[in-house]
């Protein structure tokens, strides 16, 4: 329960920052029954990241998490890059549209946004998350000064270890359920692909830091079973989709009520990186089609710009409608009343 303490929260809950999908109004319902609420600012510069934390703080007085993309800076490739667009130009065409010219890097990792950090450093957000590795130790140690409270996903004991090395002061468990982009370190490297469960109770064995279990938990009695395990507390991302706070536009809403929730993938198509989404156009013409498509998040200026040709067309096909395991059980009420029903639920399932 360190954790429960330390962040002062009523209830073992975090609401996960998932980003295209969070929304400050969500993080401050959340924030404000007791869990912690979350908003990525990972896909947004410095600029941005202000304008959405002052929207948390004018909300809540809460503790509340702001998460951010630390991956390995991409590298260009022309050649790759140049295959990839050739490889998606039927797709295009097929939506009355043309790929892009050339890809880009569509936002920097934390890893060199300095700009970033000094806006981190300037408003000092209760909690600071790090998903796709973690920063250096300049990085770090600066965060920590300014009063921030340090999680890091990771997906194995390796990057269990590494993140506490770092001085990271909470672990994400991700596992392979998880909804999202994997928070793998190294996408090249092999993955043991760890079920959520085994990795909570692995980590709460070998690693002193808290563990917050994510990853196919969508009610009560999944938050009871993480925290049997070890945990301090389970993270659910998939479950607040559906809260009319979320920036989820309608045709993701309705694939999460439809049979579709039923089937989720795991793609690098959309973005680069392995990410578990609901299988969809783009899904299954990545798995006829065995590209591999270039770095992160360079394939995600592609991946983007095709569904915005499809999304002109009226064809929502092509979306990164990311979605954990656990999707049919999700539940569109708002994001205070999901978490008090999740409480709720906890504790019934303690008796």
Known sequence: ???????????PIVQAPMAGV????????VSNVGALGSVAVGATDATGARTMIEAVRALTDRPFNVNLFAHRPAIPEASAEAGWLEALTPLFRE???EPPAALHEIYQSFQQDDAMLATLIDLAPP?????FGVPDRARISALKQAGSFLIATVTNLEEAQAAAQAGIDALVAQGYEAGGHRGIFDPDALDDQLGTM???????????????AAGGIMDGRGIAAALDLGAAAAQLGTAFIACPESSADESYRAALRSPAAHHTVMTRAISGRPARCLANLFTAWDAASERTPPAYPIAYDAGKALNAAAKAKGEYGYGAQWAGQGAPL?????????VRTL????VQSRR
């Open 343 to 346: 409480a709720a639920e906890l």
């Open 95 to 97: 939506q009355d549209a």
């Open 1 to 11: 329960m360190a954790l429960i303490d330390s962040l002062s929260l009523t209830h």
């Open 127 to 131: 909690v600071v998350s790090f998903h």
């Open 198 to 212: 085994a990795l909570t109770r692995l980590l709460a064995v070998r690693c002193q830091l808290p563990v917050i």
């Open 22 to 29: 969070s929304t400050p109004a969500m993080a401050a319902a």
């Open 330 to 338: 999700a539940r569109p009420l708002p994001a205070a009343d999901l």
